[in-house]
């Protein structure tokens, strides 16, 4: 129940139509304790900054999730942590003494739900599709945990080379590619699949047999993951990847609870 | 329940811990099909101009209730309507296609309550005490519905004389004087009886006989309504002119429901 003790997170983003996740939202509150509400913001592209700056008079706002377009917006506004520096967006704020803190979820969030899914990354070939703002932030998480190789693949051939030249510069020992092979651990982070799209994000011949598919499509029922699934793979989709950040987020905004 | 097509209905004060009728305000929200949420939002005197620029970049913001201390700051940053002007405050904006629009219900809602409690102002001799913010939008009111005569008192006389100029000017054949004496419609505008707050806000012996009084405190057991009930006054306190504001702010924002 909202009364006066009630402090806000956010959520803003162009558009706000489609976005989900306040029930969860609701019920991690409650169960945490945590007298918030959770709320969407329709901010404009480009008007960030000034939103921002207003914002930061509402001293009982907890906190900022950006969501498309604002990531970068939001970046630069802010002093970012390891996580949102190495994707080059920040998707939470929260108010420092100056200005904000910023990090990005998406990765530790996509290691969580890899975990929680009982699928491991060390020592694997990792392939990765889509180098955009979450396949960059993915990127970064999958290096971390210590993979045999990492190939990057993305329509867009220079994007993919600017991804896998961020990765070399941070984790110089891994040996990662902008390519497309086989694997045994694929992770879709492009938008092919999301709604009512129907496409594979690859050829069908380089799903692995028996191996682990994420996509981080918020949708269980992909054409990669329904083909992944005939396979034989362990497969988890972007639900989990979105529950997981909701617990990342309430300790980022209110510590330990 | 929140969601992507949820409106905000933001309440800006400082402070905002005292602040009350986030269930009747969630109430009416449910009554009247609308899905929006009533919020508060803690902004700090001196911050309101910034953080509505930035609130003006929020396009699911349905409107802005401001209280104390930003009801001349708000009125400053919009365009008001007759009752804004003639209050020399705001209380609730609108976004408009430029800027800001401004009302202020305090006086309408005050008008709304009495009549409600079938309170009658017209040809009767008012006493309003307390030429404040509210005050001065309940004696514009007051002045609406052509009493015999209103008087003023405010323990600041040069407050209480300024009222009486200003309602003056907008109503110059009514009879308006800075006075405390007899009357047959006492209505309390000052803060007197707020909270543990055990004064009368005027002499016990200027209480009406059988007449009415009105004390916007919300709190049904101030000390003046006790006296006043015990003299056989019909009376009504400031909880029904909050619930009238209510219906009020829902009109102004979204029009005929």
Redesign the interface.
Known sequence: ??????R?IVLAGDP?????G??EY?AALEVAGIDA????????GG??A??????R?????AGIVATIPHKQAAFAASSPDVAARRSGAANLLRPASQGWESTNLDGFGFLVALRDAGMVLAGRHVQMLGAGGAGRAVAMAIAEMGPASLAIADPDAARAAALVQAVAVEFPCLPVAAALGESEVLVNCSPIGMGQDDRLPLPAALIPDRGTVYDIVNRADTPLLVAARERGCIVEHGRSMMLAQIGLLIHFLFGPT
Do not use: D
């Open positions: 129940m909202i009364g006066a003790a009630t806000l706000i139509s489609h976005t989900k306040y029930a609701a509400v959770y709320l969407p913001l329709h901010v404009p008007a960030f000034e939103f921002l700056r207003g914002a008079q509402m001293r009982n706002l």
